[in-house]
């Protein structure tokens, strides 16, 4: 079975081409503006709306409140609404109901206690991303090229979908991949000559690397 495989942080029309065509199935517009992938709502809709239907539209927003969400779904109207904050489980039940939207919550990772905190969320959240937990100084709470034991997942509940997450690249998916049984990856940093920057060559890369993996050994 094919892993979802999710390009995030997306700014310029040849990224979100080259991904499509590639075979993402999800497609990560970031509204945090510490971020150097934050995008306006209108800017996201424009890259977009050539693609909508090929892939997956996530807006991925941290602690953002009901006016911000307002504005993110009416202008880009996203399939899925990825959160990457500190909400709550009544905060995800209450943007499901107000948008009718699928909601990702989004968890950061070091340690195994670190997945208790999912119990809460099971049953609230359509599914689940893990990434590592950012390094000291870091503001961003993804993005940072960084990543986690995931050996860790090994502990989760095995009704728990998700992605994962956190300095994923062509050298090290597959290993991600034979690893966990994520049923999704998650790549932004990964495939970037600088921060913010996605690069083509690196996005073709991490796919190749991906079909490799997942190709039967003589």
Known sequence: MKPDIKICGL???EAVERAVAQGATHLGFIFFPKSPRNVAPEVAAELADPVRGKAKIVAVTVDADDDELDDIVHLLK???LQMHGHETPERILHVRALYGLPVMKAFSVREASDLDRVDAFIGVADRFLFDAK???G???PGGNGVSFDWEIM???DDSVDYMLSGG????NVGLALASTRASGIDVSSGVESAPGVKDLRMIDAFFDAIADAGSPRA
Do not use: I
Not at 168 to 171: F, T
């Open 11 to 13: 700014k310029t029309p």
């Open 78 to 80: 996203p399939d899925v």
């Open 134 to 136: 950012a390094p000291a």
């Open 138 to 140: 870091s503001e961003l």
């Open 154 to 156: 090994a502990s989760l």
């Open 168 to 171: 994923l690249n062509k050298d």
